[in-house]
């Protein structure tokens, strides 16, 4: 019996766990509760019932069991007092007084003065336990068919209560539009847990999608500047608290606006992609990496924007190891990189701060390592420098001059000098050299070796040189109109106007306005521009050569200096730098190559102009190696307009209208 009622409590706990663990806990707490107290509370009933049918079973016995030869007379010596245990299950029975006789346990019936009527307390229990049978049996069928049907009642409810969750859930897992195998469209427990674990499943995957959309660059999927900084700042904060260093390296790519331009924008996406991916590959083999929590975002290197990347290294052991990052990273973007069927090749410039010697807080460290690239951009690109105090000086004058040029440009504060170029012989004017000045209303005169790599790097050379060549044809007009019909004006420009002009048409246009004829313009382009000159710049150059412009390579000697090529170059002038003028006196090196130039220059049929003669002995050695044409201090320094006007007419009118130029002697007496 008390089996039967243990494995009905078993029955009813398993069933519990069941369902406790096929919701997950979810829906079936409460239901679990009250399960239990009811089941209690059966279970006592049932017990209670059971025990009073016992007792009232017991109490009937003894009379039934007198007939029978089951009752014995004993004398009372041979009678022993129960056990403690014993005497405690005679008072739960109800038993009339009871004793051990031969060890085992006898009920008393009747007592006379020696002699005791008694009767096996076993015997008794049996046969009462016989007696309840039926009706205990008849009360487990009524209990286990309650069960059944609460099971089946309880089954049906649940049914019915998680169809409308089962659809809902399926609803969702349909809405993420995926074909889910875990959907099986039937509303049980079993198929329930599979979708909410199935759900649970993909709002994680979805969770960490979202977060690297919100935390990465959507093109290369590094971290994004926000949350760069953001990681930079805890990181800089456990830095100072373990006393360590850190270090911070800016990487910026060379000459990758080019590749945007010649190959196009999808193109340069896929650049991108390729050095994020070099860059990730280098923080892996460094062990620079990190990770946070169960993100998949790599937190040390991060896509600034453009082609501007930084690389966080957390614990510097030595300002060597930064360096070492370094030359990784230039070597790795040296390399090849393949396109389809197209190979170009980048290079990279970085700048490395230092946590906390160049700076303590994040924005101050990539602000650092930025002047630190742009120095290593100016030092010649594909190079690391590492931040020092005098470079954010420079970088200071270097952002005032751009903000202050922008200014300046817009309300004209600019202004030309010319320079003119002799003939050694005549002293007759060639041409008149014109050379940009900046009128600062507080710095004065500002020469264009400073200002012009400036208006370069932020391609404010493109309205300024828009203004130079305007200006210099309206002046060279007046004096063409005025009697120089056979003196030009020479306009230096920069790599930035070739590669964004429409080079002939540009040049034809501001001819056109200032009603100059193109044969009495001449452009000087430096000898680096020719290196990757495009055939369509050639074309262009030619294009204004047959028109009469002529074309002359300027600081001849110092750029690529390749005697092959120049060979091919759609140039009429080379002007030799004036370094070869200045050493050729005292350095025989340089003597040997000034003779060199100048006779290839005239195997090539090229016009010569000597620049930067500042001696008499200068011009004597120069006239010896036959050149014809000069330029530098010794003849004029570069003047103002009005101050060449003056000298110009100084021969008079005749002059002018007979030579068609005016002439210009060397200052011999005042410089010796
Ligand atoms: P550049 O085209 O080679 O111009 C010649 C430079 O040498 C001028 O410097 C001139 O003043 C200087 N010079 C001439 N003779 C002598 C001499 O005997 N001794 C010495 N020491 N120097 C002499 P400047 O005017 O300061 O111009 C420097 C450079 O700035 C120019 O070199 C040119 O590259 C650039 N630049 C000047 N004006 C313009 C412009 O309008 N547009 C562009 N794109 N660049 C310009
Ligand atoms: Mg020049
Ligand atoms: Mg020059």
């Not at 009232?56 to 004398?75: F, R, Y």
Request: glycine residues 4%; charged residues 20%; aromatic residues 10%.
């Amino acid at each position: 019996m008390f089996l039967l009622v243990l494995l009905w409590i078993v029955f009813e706990l398993i069933r519990d766990i069941y369902y406790s663990f096929s919701l997950s806990g979810l829906v079936m707490e409460s239901h679990q509760a009250s399960t239990w107290k009811l089941n209690t509370l059966f279970v006592s009933v049932f017990l209670l019932l059971v025990y009073l049918l016992l007792i009232t079973s017991m109490a009937k016995n003894p009379a039934k069991l007198s007939d029978n030869n089951e009752i014995i007379t004993v004398n009372k010596t041979e009678l022993v007092n129960l056990t403690r245990f014993d005497k405690l299950m005679s008072t739960v029975l109800l038993m009339p007084k009871s004793y051990l006789y031969q060890g085992e346990i006898f009920i008393t019936l009747e007592e006379k003065a020696t002699e005791i009527r008694v009767l096996p307390f076993e015997n008794l229990l049996i046969s009462s336990f016989i007696d309840i049978a039926i009706p205990v049996t008849a009360l487990l069928l009524m209990a286990l068919t309650s069960v059944v049907v609460n099971a089946l009642y309880y089954h049906k409810n649940m049914i019915k209560k998680i169809t409308p969750l089962c659809h809902k859930v399926d609803g969702i897992i349909s809405t993420y539009q995926l074909d889910s195998s875990v959907n099986e469209n039937s509303a049980n427990l079993h198929s329930l847990t599979n979708s909410l674990n199935y759900l649970q499943k993909i709002s994680e995957e979805y969770q960490l999608k979202a977060e690297e959309y919100n935390f990465c660059d959507k093109l290369t999927k590094l971290v994004d500047r926000y949350h760069f900084l953001d990681h930079i700042n805890k990181q800089l904060i456990i830095s100072k608290k373990k006393g360590i260093k850190s270090a911070l390296l800016f990487i910026d790519l060379d000459g990758f606006k080019s590749v945007n331009d010649s190959y196009g924008h999808s193109f340069g996406d896929e650049v991108l992609i390729q050095v994020a991916e070099r860059l990730k590959s280098i923080v892996r083999r460094k062990k620079l990496n990190f990770k946070q929590d169960d993100s998949v975002l790599e937190y040390n290197l991060s896509r600034l924007g453009g082609d501007e990347f930084t690389m966080f290294i957390r614990e510097l052991e030595s300002p060597e190891q930064s360096i070492g990052v370094a030359i990784d990273v230039l070597k790795e973007l040296e390399r090849d990189f393949i396109l389809g069927t197209k190979i170009i090749k980048i290079s990279a410039s970085i700048g490395i701060a230092i946590y906390p010697d160049s700076a303590a807080t994040p924005y101050a460290l990539i602000q650092m390592a930025d002047v630190a690239m742009y120095r290593a951009k100016t030092d010649g690109r594909g190079v690391y420098r590492i931040y020092s105090p005098e470079m954010g000086a420079s970088m200071r004058r270097y952002h005032y001059l751009l903000d202050e040029m922008r200014a300046a440009i817009d309300s004209k504060n600019f202004f030309l000098t010319f320079q003119p170029v002799i003939d050694i012989d005549d002293y007759g004017i060639i041409y008149f050299e014109a050379l940009v000045r900046w009128q600062h209303p507080v710095e004065g005169t500002i020469t264009p070796d400073e200002f012009i790599p400036i208006a370069e790097s932020s391609n404010l050379i493109l309205e300024l040189g828009d203004w130079i060549l305007d200006e210099a044809c309206r002046q060279m007009s007046a004096w063409y109109n005025a009697g120089m019909r056979n003196a030009r004006i020479s306009v230096n420009l920069s790599a930035i106007q070739l590669k964004h002009k429409p080079l002939d048409d540009w040049i034809f246009e501001s001819l056109e306005k200032a009603g100059l004829p193109p044969r009495s313009l001449m452009l000087e382009i430096t000898e680096s521009c020719f290196i990757d000159a495009s055939d369509k710049l050639f074309t262009m150059l030619e294009n204004l050569r047959a028109k009469g412009v002529l074309i002359a390579i300027d600081d001849f000697g110092t750029g690529f200096s390749s005697l092959s090529i120049l060979a091919n170059l759609p140039v009429d002038v080379l002007k030799i730098d004036k370094i070869f003028v200045s050493e050729a006196m005292n350095n025989s090196k340089y003597n040997k190559i000034l003779h060199s130039i100048v006779d290839m220059a005239k195997k090539l049929d090229l016009n010569i102009v000597a620049e930067g003669i500042e001696q008499v002995e200068q011009l004597e050695m120069l006239r010896s190696l036959g050149v014809q044409h000069i330029q530098g201090f010794l003849v004029s320094r570069p003047q103002r307009s009005n101050y060449v006007g003056k000298k110009i007419f100084e021969q008079g009118v005749n002059h002018m209208a007979h030579t068609g130029t005016s002439q210009w002697a060397p200052q011999v007496n005042d410089l010796n």
